[in-house]
């Protein structure tokens, strides 16, 4: 289970991204482009152009040189504030002008030169100088993006869709793309899945859902919006595996080769936009499901047509939300259930899965690492060769990691010692990509980790600071750790408190008595 909210980590970077789009006869094409190979953030990676928010993109004086004014650019994006959502505009003219030389108007572009666009306060002042006016109305925003806790670096990117017109090309800045190329979302979505490019999660989440739409008009107005990402429960259909429109309870994104994920229609305060169920295996091999979640049909039906021949169902821990479709599953392919202890789950047998041991999907295979504390029968799994040239394995991480946010820890089926430990331990691994069991892939996973370390020791600071005003009951506490946190969340918090509480009392620095917590004197 997760607590489906993003609490505490350090802030994240404002910045813009520009999807350019084109109508062709085969339908709706996307401009991707490749970052260079000695870039120290994604680095080779096939991404949309954009980049952080300047200083002088929000400057006032861009009132009088864009279409949108401040209000109207605010509302456009849900009510942020004024300046800074007209400098997330301006950031994403600036940025798709300089990569790849888009500019709204296009004949601007005959006025400035892209190197002007290199530095955001010469561009300010040479389209104030020439009384240009950026066509940010021609922008749609379509979604926004918050890198999530425990990243190295973090941005809060706003997203926008933009229409190429019938002639214009991309002429890429040889400093800042490596390379640049029109593709369908089918296409580029398949050349991912064959191990041909690599994608960040939000990439790989537009790419899909622009999948469904054949003209920039169509998308344009399903996905004009500037809601947080990701909302994928309540998101227009998404392409399937095939190329397939697929309905919400049943829709399969191929992550890697080697990595389907299908979604369960379970969101919620817990889940999130729903479990994640993953299917693993190469294309022409059996496969491994880990983590069926529920029992509707529309998406066991697209579990296996994802997985074809399925060896063995993996349950990660026995929490409702991860193993409500095992049984069903079971039933209709015959499949051995492998987890931590001999337990049933999902009502059905289990082949108990030690420390170490080894699951095959064929000739793939995936090794158990027994990593409680989020539940005492917590299950990682490590994939190695799964993302070409990092020479890194991925993990599974069922509820260890989380796509966004942070694991709940709820005593007394879970303990804060043993979950700390256990990061410790996956930390150790210096593991690639993460598949978390709620919400999307993370980068860089090692770095993931250590920061939810971080994050859980700053909490438990505050805690223990907390309690400095005197006995207090855990309530009380949530409301001076978490006083920003809505109300239902609170609720949930109350349960990690606790796991804190219970970890300072093992370690002798604080007393509960009677309900109320207070410190321990020094002795």
Partial sequence: MTMAATLGGHRPRPSATVVILRDTHP???VLLTVRPEHFRFMGGATVFPGGAVAEADLDPRWAAASALGPSEAAAALGGDDPASALGAFVCAVREAFEEVGW??????????????????????HRCLELGLTLATDRLVPAGRWVTPLGSPIRFDTRFFLADAGPSWEPAPHPEEVAGCRWATPAAALGELAAGGSSMAPPTIEMLHRLGDYDSFAAAAAALEDGAPWPASAHSPA??????????????VTQLSPLVAVVLAPNPGVMTGPGTNTYVVGKDTGPHVVIDPATDDTAYLDAVQGAAGEITSIIVTHRH??????????????GAAVRAWGADAAGDCPVEPLSDGAHVMAGALQLT????????PDHLCLLLDDDIPGTGKPSLLAGDNVLGEGTAVIWPPDGDMRTYLESLKRLAALDVGRIYPGHFHPLEGGRHIIEGYIAHRRQRHDAILKALGAGPSTVPEIVERVYGDTRAELKQIAAHTVLAHLLMA????RV???GGSWASRPPA
């Fill in 27 to 29: 339908g709706i094409e």
């Fill in 103 to 124: 500019l709204a108007p296009p004949a601007a572009a005959a006025s400035l030169g892209r190197t002007e666009a290199d530095d955001p306060e010469r561009f300010l």
């Fill in 238 to 251: 998404r392409a399937g595996s095939a190329g397939t429109p697929q309905g919400r309870g049943d829709r």
């Fill in 320 to 333: 409702p939300d991860h193993v409500g479709g095992v049984g069903p599953l079971v039933r209709r392919t």
């Fill in 368 to 375: 158990a690492v027994h990593a409680p504390g989020h539940a």
């Fill in 505 to 508: 009392e093992a370690k002798g």
């Fill in 511 to 513: 007393l509960e008595s």
